[in-house]
Nanobody, 125 residues
Framework: QVQLVESGGGSVQAGGSLRLSCAASGRTFSSSAMGWFRQAPGKEREFVAAISRNGRVTKYADSVKGRFTISRDNAKNTVYLQMNSLKPEDTAVYYC??????????????????WGQGTQVTVSS
C-alpha cells in the first residue's frame, strides 16, 4: 500500500513556475515507478511525466517536454514536478500516482495502482 499526498499547487501567471511535491507513505515507494497526471475541466485525465524507481529514467508528455522536470528523493519518500514556463493550457488538477508493478515507464493510467487526491494548478494569461 502507498498513500500519496500532493502539495505545491496554486495560481501563477503565464511564464511562471511552480514545484509540486508528492509525499508518500508505505513500504513500496522506493520500489514503485511514479507518475504525474493532470485533469482539466471537462477533459480526460492525461499523462504528464513518470520516473523510474531509482530516478535514472524519466518520460514526459510532448506537451510538457523541456518545461517540466520530474524527480524523486527516495530517502524522503517524495516525488517532485518542477514546472517552468507555465501556460494557461497547463491549468488542471495535478495528481501523483504510483505504479509498483511495471518494469518500464508507462503513460497508461490504469497501470497506476495508487493515487493522491490532487492539487489545483491555475495559470492565468
Amino acid at each position: 500500500q502507498v498513500q500519496l499526498v500532493e502539495s505545491g499547487g496554486g495560481s501563477v501567471q503565464a511564464g511562471g513556475s511552480l514545484r509540486l511535491s508528492c509525499a508518500a507513505s508505505g513500504r513500496t515507494f522506493s520500489s514503485s515507478a511514479m507518475g504525474w497526471f493532470r485533469q482539466a475541466p471537462g477533459k480526460e485525465r492525461e499523462f504528464v511525466a513518470a520516473i523510474s524507481r531509482n530516478g535514472r529514467v524519466t518520460k514526459y508528455a510532448d506537451s510538457v517536454k523541456g518545461r517540466f522536470t520530474i524527480s524523486r528523493d527516495n530517502a524522503k519518500n517524495t516525488v517532485y514536478l518542477q514546472m517552468n514556463s507555465l501556460k494557461p493550457e497547463d491549468t488542471a488538477v495535478y495528481y501523483c500516482a504510483a505504479d509498483p508493478n511495471s518494469f518500464t515507464l508507462t503513460p497508461i493510467r490504469s497501470n497506476y495502482d495508487y493515487w493522491g487526491q490532487g492539487t489545483q494548478v491555475t495559470v492565468s494569461s
